[in-house]
């Protein structure tokens, strides 16, 4: 039976578009990176090559509008398999065409909408399981595993994001077709599972457990028989198979492969040093922690009061798959994966927690001190997650070495340049280049090994009259040609060499573009001295800001 | 069929909810920031077109509450909309264009607002 909205529930729901807005405000924003401006149409964070790389995919799968190989100006020009989990890029590359927004901005709208999300439903799972105010609690706590949406922006995680978001949604179907034994869930489930999946697989195998341990625990408790058992699992493996029968080849040939390449071009962005003080605050763990345990000693005392005896079976569920949470954290997943902790302990975070702190609560029997302390309660968890957040991302940003100028200089190149030019791209920034110029590239970096003859040259008042250095592609396997069980598990994919790669020497006149940075480098003198020689040998600047200078080459 | 009709629109009170929060989102972004109206009227639709549409229309031939309808309507649309549009495209060769995307969602939710009359036709004896 459908219920209908009462007035209370129009108060929660309007209290409820108010915190979210709140944060969604926060999250459209996106921080101090766009100005507010989600139309112009650049990469708005500009951290982690993380946050450039899946970006910068989406983007190349919008433009492509297809996920089965990779661009070519990244293979030169040779048709490769696509290695890369697919989901996320499909998802908000397909709804990108939709909306007039830029893709680069709209990636990024995207996964705070996740963000907020995944705590409603966690409050509608609550409200089902347990109760309203439950739920509330629940749903602010449940901020907590995404209190750092905002640290998406900067850090990456957006596979393993997507991932997770799906699985509250996975929990529900589990539980729905237990209670009505209907196909569609069952089918669902493995959709769902399948989905995620495709977005993380790695992440994906948490999920799984997540649902796995729901699954057996109300298998167990509701006393279902082998046969109704055999059935889910039937319907569950049809579902994720229909989804993932692709994909699936690719992720036992080389998972990631060709990724990893992809993420080689942009690993050289300026990664903030700083990340691991501030990603999991000490003073946050240590009063989340003692607010469990405060919460667990209050809810075995509240548990009789509390509880719907219907309810006391998901109550069991969740401290199950707690504990089982806690002995994989003993197990030894820590160091820069906390993130995963954060949607994995949805169940111990979130769930015993707001069902004892209600629990707690539930003492103050008056009504207007009781409503307050919930609500209060919601904004002050809030703020205390807020705050910290958006000052490390102020701190964060300007880190960050990847300026306009530099955008507007890549800009140029993708718009007005042939698509088969052949660039030069001298001091660094090559990798960045070439993804986002969409042009092939020749990479003479400061700092490498082979270049450090031609920046000593150059730095001694001579032009080098050839340049060593490499391109960069990336080829792995052209093409998945037949069945074949053995040496590449099911499938045997065709690999084919990476055309020059090796090092080798080029003359300048050899490209048709030179792009440089004359100023904010190690090198300052060096690279005007360059710029001035182009100038004098007649090259014409067809394009220049305060940062970088453009010359053509060609005629 | 058409008492049929007019009882399952009766049914898209949460849907309109959420409309409202978008609508009141679209407006509030619309004076505080520098985003060109026209990015964000569009965002807000292929929000409700994409994100919300199909898996609510889907959901509701099922007996659940209006919160899990609204609120569930959405990774479920995300599922279904992004894992054709893959499909689509892995298997068949179909690029993901916009005509390909609003193909899908019209599809799925047709599919899902009719499933009752689909399903006793698909199923009868």
């Known amino acids: 039976m459908k219920t209908k909205i009462s007035k209370q529930t129009i108060t929660i729901a309007t209290f409820l578009v108010v915190i979210f807005l709140l944060f969604a405000g926060f999250a459209v924003r996106n921080g101090p990176f766009t100005d507010l401006d989600l139309s112009k149409d650049a990469p708005p964070v500009r951290t982690t090559h993380d946050a450039f790389y899946h970006s910068w995919v989406t983007k190349a799968t919008s433009d492509q509008e297809d996920t089965r190989t990779w661009p070519g100006y990244l293979t030169q020009g040779v048709d490769s398999e696509w290695f890369q989990p697919p989901m996320l890029y499909v998802f908000a590359s397909s709804f990108g065409k939709l909306t007039s927004m830029p893709t680069y901005q709209l990636f990024f709208v995207l996964m705070c909408l996740l963000g907020i999300l995944i705590p409603l439903q966690i409050f509608v799972l609550f409200k089902k399981w347990f109760g309203t105010k439950t739920g509330i609690i629940g749903m602010a706590l449940a901020l907590f595993p995404t209190y750092n949406w905002l640290m998406f922006y900067v850090l990456g995680y957006y596979m393993d994001f997507l991932a997770f978001a799906v699985v509250p949604l996975g929990l529900f179907f589990t539980y729905q077709y237990f209670k009505t034994n209907t196909w569609g869930y069952g089918i669902g489930l493995g959709l769902i599972f399948g989905f995620s999946f495709l977005s993380h697989p790695f992440e994906a195998f948490f999920a799984g457990l997540n649902l796995l341990l729901v699954g057996i625990v109300l298998l167990v408790l509701r006393k279902w028989s082998f046969k109704h058992s055999i059935k889910l699992a039937l319907w569950f493996i049809l579902g994720f198979i229909i989804i993932t029968a692709y994909y699936l080849p690719f992720f036992i040939e080389g998972y990631g492969a060709g990724g990893s390449a992809v993420s080689s071009y942009l690993s050289i962005l300026g990664t903030p040093s700083s990340i691991p003080s501030y990603f999991w605050p000490a003073t946050f763990h240590w009063f989340i922690l003692g607010g469990i345990a405060l919460s667990l000693i ?258 | 069929m058409k008492i049929k009709i007019k009882k399952r629109l009766g049914l898209f009170k949460p849907f309109a909810y959420v409309a409202l929060v978008v609508v009141l989102g679209i407006f509030v972004m619309s004076i505080f920031s520098k985003t060109k109206f026209v990015d964000l009227f569009t965002f807000g639709l292929a929000f409700l077109l994409y994100a919300v549409l199909p898996g609510y229309c889907v959901l509701i031939n099922t007996k659940i509450e209006d919160w899990e309808l609204a609120v569930f309507s959405i990774p479920l649309s995300i599922v279904v909309v992004t894992s054709l549009i893959y499909l689509l495209n892995v298997l068949a060769g179909i690029l993901m264009s916009i005509f390909t995307v609003l193909i899908v969602i019209i599809v799925i939710s047709v599919i899902g607002f009719f499933w009752t009359e689909i399903k006793s036709k698909l199923f009868r004896k």
């Open chain 1, 298 to 555: 209050v809810l075995i005392m509240q548990y009789k009061k509390i509880i719907k005896d219907s309810n006391k079976l998901m109550l069991i569920i969740f401290i199950i798959i707690g504990a089982a949470f806690l002995l994989m954290l003993q197990a030894g997943f820590e160091g820069n994966r906390v993130m995963r902790y954060h949607f994995l302990f949805y169940n111990f975070i979130a769930f015993i927690p707001g069902i004892g702190i209600a629990a707690l609560l539930k003492n103050i029997k008056h009504k207007l001190i009781h409503d307050g302390l919930i609500l209060g309660g919601v904004v002050v968890l809030a703020i205390l997650f807020m705050i910290p957040t958006y000052t490390q991302i102020n701190n964060v940003n300007k880190n960050s070495m990847f300026t306009d100028d530099k955008w507007e200089a890549i800009r140029y190149i993708k718009d007005n340049t042939p698509e088969d030019s052949s660039i030069f791209y001298l001091y660094g920034y090559f990798h960045n280049f070439q993804a986002f110029s969409q042009r092939l590239s020749f990479n003479v970096d400061f700092g490498r090994e082979y270049t450090t003859e031609t920046y000593q040259t150059l730095c001694s008042g001579t032009m080098p009259e050839e340049y060593k250095g490499m391109f960069e592609t990336l080829s792995y396997y052209k093409e998945r040609s037949k069945l074949a069980v053995g040496r590449n598990s099911l499938f045997d994919f065709k690999a084919i060499d990476r055309p020059s790669e090796a090092i080798t020497t080029k003359p300048l006149e050899s490209f048709d573009y030179v792009v440089t940075q004359y100023t904010g480098t190690q090198i300052q003198p060096c690279i005007q001295f360059f710029a001035q020689n182009m100038v004098d040998r007649g090259y014409p600047v067809v394009y220049n800001n305060p940062t970088m200078l453009i010359f053509k080459v060609t005629t």
